[in-house]
């Protein structure tokens, strides 16, 4: 089977059990295997085979259930303000109409401030009319429409709850009766016209982070053209364009540097403050501030593929997928409107018989109640509570320098119980430095420099740090050739120098290729025990000499630790660094487990069996060798600064190298946890006794209306309150 994901924009969706309809509509199309869709996006992204069914397909289906369905693009997407303007001119007619109603009302305390026209009870079935079926037609349509494909939602609700007023208000007008209840169906609409017009405004308060990424690179962009300057917009241009960057302005796009000199803020990417000086040569990335020198720049990537881009869908990405906690609320979305409509059904049997005792049976308690039953419900709050408070979380997430791919990180991040953390490159800087270098008398090597200049050679090829290091300190020396290089990761290296096997890696290494290292192993011991990292290097087994790197801990390493123990976590260090000098790095910082002469098999073997022992387990890497142990952890985060296929495997990336954004994450997905449990406890509570409250006549319908219209603005202004998080633990204190 083949398997294809496409994401549609889908508009018109009212509430959550729109979003539960659309779900069962899609996937019970042939071709397609699993559908999800957003309500706060307003997205839904759709896995199919494509050798069954087309996307076009699924779209027409979707528009047949009165949506709107069309690709999303590769770009950012807001909710339009032209959709809160909509419901705004929807709710200033129905409210102008509605005024006199309103006012009437007053008459209960004795205030008569309604014209005397304006009370004749034809002109209020005029008004309430105009109320009904224009400011009120949408829920008409959706009603029709979910009822078509017999499923029910919010429409159902609302449509069949004012109507039952506005018909109850046409039956005593036409008995001759002097009070038509035209109000209670007038008002309801008018305020659930505002409340969706308020929840539209909320939600789109929620991408206000994305929108200032996406406001990075806004700026038009100089491209030169033919011998002179044109000022374009930064989503016009191609790649191989030449750009002039002034001084003070943006980078429109990433590219490389031609000519001109200056130093460029890329905070938003690396986390560092202090900016970078950059020449011809250096790339720059589209978004970053450019601060004193003019620069011409050729563009080398556009659009989503640049740096920022990259970011923003991974955002988007995150916000679009459904975490564990929805499918709780889905489920209840999906039984929720039939439930509502058999209690409705069963409140205005008994009202109107008059089972309840005390009531002697009345036509318009039964229709009053059934109809307050109907307008209180409201499933909304369910459906809202998890996609916004995503929403809002991994934009802030974002503003941090914190990257989630996907929700299920997002919730599981905050249950985790034991994180693991890599040595080198995680607490400790990851840019080691040669302490010292030993020769041990041999026949091959008689100095540091040539001990130097063959071990540098025999690692030409290896990417670890360590053989970085060597390279550098060997800078404008002429390396000896090389050939059947073999690496052993987290161990060492084997090559053929100079017709000499040489090996290079650690004693444990060494001694497995037959390496006598007797004589130097209280240098070995001594120099382990104090931090430093040892790496032996031996010609045709023979130990020929050491080299001694120092790596420093990180100024944070200390104070995370501890604050990840206060979070309730248990810290390991991990490392393919030996015993001794792996304690003694976690005796510096604080942790008090530790697992050594680990390769990246073991590391992974690691997670899983501390997860066969019920440990939710977080991995922190940033380095190849860390992959497969981020990728089997429960969570992975990668550092920004670290290899590529460990942020590809990931479920968070961390911007920067700074181990405090680990605590960060973990206090930010507990506190958008906390934040969903509260809007579900207070979407159950609200409807468990609102509910219950009207079917026993203690709400009228006019009260409900404003209780449901403010419900879900409620939920997503709870959400919003993840904007303004702060972490309650300083990491330095």
Not at 33 to 58: F, G, W
Not at 186 to 203: D, M, P, Q, S
Request: charged share 20%; proline share 4%.
């Amino acid at each position: 089977m083949t398997k294809k994901v496409d994401t549609l924009q889908v508009g018109g969706m009212h509430c959550a059990a729109c979003a539960t309809r659309i779900e069962k509509v899609v996937k019970r199309h042939d071709g397609v295997i699993d559908v999800s869709v957003n309500l706060a996006l307003e997205r839904a992204t759709i896995v199919y085979d494509p050798n069954v069914v087309q996307l076009s397909a699924l779209s027409q289906r979707i528009e047949k259930m009165g949506y709107s369905a069309r690709q999303a693009v590769q770009s950012i997407h807001f909710l339009h303000s032209e959709d809160f303007r909509a419901q705004m001119e929807l709710f200033f007619f129905s409210a102008v109409l509605c005024l006199p109603f309103m006012l009437s009302m007053l008459q209960m305390i004795g205030w008569n401030v309604v014209p005397s026209a304006l009370q004749h009870s034809w002109i209020q079935l005029v008004l309430a009319s105009q109320i009904q079926f224009i400011a009120g037609w949408s829920f008409y349509a959706g009603a029709y429409r979910a009822l078509r494909d017999k499923t029910a939602n919010m429409d159902v609700l609302v449509a069949l709850g004012t109507t039952s007023a506005y018909l109850m208000g046409v039956y005593m007008l036409a008995c001759g009766n002097s009070h038509v209840y035209f109000e209670t169906s007038a008002v309801i609409i008018t305020f659930v016209r505002l409340g969706k017009a308020l929840e539209l405004r909320a939600k789109s308060r929620t991408f206000e982070s994305l929108k200032k990424l996406a406001s990075f690179n806004q700026a038009p962009a100089h491209r030169w053209k033919d011998g002179h300057v044109d000022d374009v917009p930064a989503d016009q241009l191609s790649i191989g364009d030449i750009v002039a960057v002034r001084p003070g302005e943006r980078i429109p796009a990433d590219g490389v540097i031609l000519h001109g000199e200056s130093s460029v803020d890329e905070s938003m990417f690396t986390g560092e403050f202090l900016p970078k000086a950059k020449s011809p040569g250096d790339t720059v990335f589209g978004g970053t501030l450019n601060h004193d020198g003019a620069l011409q720049v050729r563009i080398d990537r556009v659009g989503m593929d640049t740096a920022l881009g990259r970011v923003v869908q991974l955002i988007q990405d995150a916000q679009i997928s459904k975490p564990p906690v929805q499918r709780l609320a889905d489920t209840i979305c999906a039984y929720f409107v039939p439930a509502v409509l058999g209690v409705a059904l069963v409140t205005f049997v008994v009202w109107y018989f008059g089972l309840v005792p005390g009531s002697t049976g009345s036509a318009h308690t039964a229709l009053m109640n059934a109809t307050a039953v109907l307008v209180t419900a409201c499933p909304c709050p369910l459906g809202l509570a998890t996609p916004t408070a995503i929403l809002v979380a991994t934009g802030r997430a974002a503003e941090l320098g914190i990257l989630f791919k996907d929700g299920e990180a997002l919730e599981s991040l905050g249950r985790a119980t034991v994180c693991l953390l890599d040595k080198t490159g995680t607490i400790t800087s990851g840019t080691p430095v040669i302490k010292d270098i030993l020769v041990f008398p041999n026949p091959y090597v008689r100095s540091k420099t040539e001990l130097l200049r063959l071990a540098a050679s025999a690692e030409f090829p290896s990417e670890h740090p360590i053989a970085k290091v060597l390279l550098n300190a060997c800078s404008g020396q002429q390396l000896y050739a090389a050939r059947d290089f073999q690496s052993f990761a987290g161990l060492g290296i084997t090559a053929m120098v100079q017709s000499f096997p040489v090996s290079i890696g650690s004693f444990r290494f060494l001694q497995r290729q037959g390496v006598r290292t007797a004589p130097s192993f209280d240098w070995h011991a001594r120099l382990e025990e104090r931090g430093h990292t040892v790496i032996g290097v031996a010609i045709d087994k023979t130990l020929v000499g050491l080299f001694v790197f120092h790596d420093d801990i990180k100024a944070s390493s200390a104070d995370v630790v501890r604050h990840l123990h206060r979070l309730g976590m248990r810290v390991m260090l991990v490392t393919g660094d030996n015993q001794k000098t792996a304690e003694a790095i976690a005796d510096r910082v604080g942790i008090r487990h530790v697992y050594a002469y680990l390769s990246p098999k073991d590391k992974a073997d690691l997670v899983r069996h501390l997860q066969s022992k019920g440990e939710s387990v977080v991995m922190v890497g940033d380095g190849v060798n860390d992959a497969p142990s981020i990728a089997a952890a429960n969570v992975g985060m990668a550092l920004g600064t670290g290899a590529a296929v460990s942020l590809e495997t990931a479920n968070v990336a961390l911007v920067g190298s700074d181990l405090e954004s680990v605590v960060h994450a973990v206090q930010l997905s507990r506190a958008t946890m906390r934040n969903i449990r509260q809007s579900f406890m207070w979407a159950l509570a609200y409807n468990v006794t609102g509910i219950p409250g009207a079917a026993c006549g203690l709400f009228n319908p006019m009260l409900a209306g404003i209780a449901m219209a403010c419900s879900s603005v409620l939920v997503v202004t709870n959400a919003l309150r993840l904007k303004r998080f702060r972490f309650d633990i300083a990491i330095r204190e």
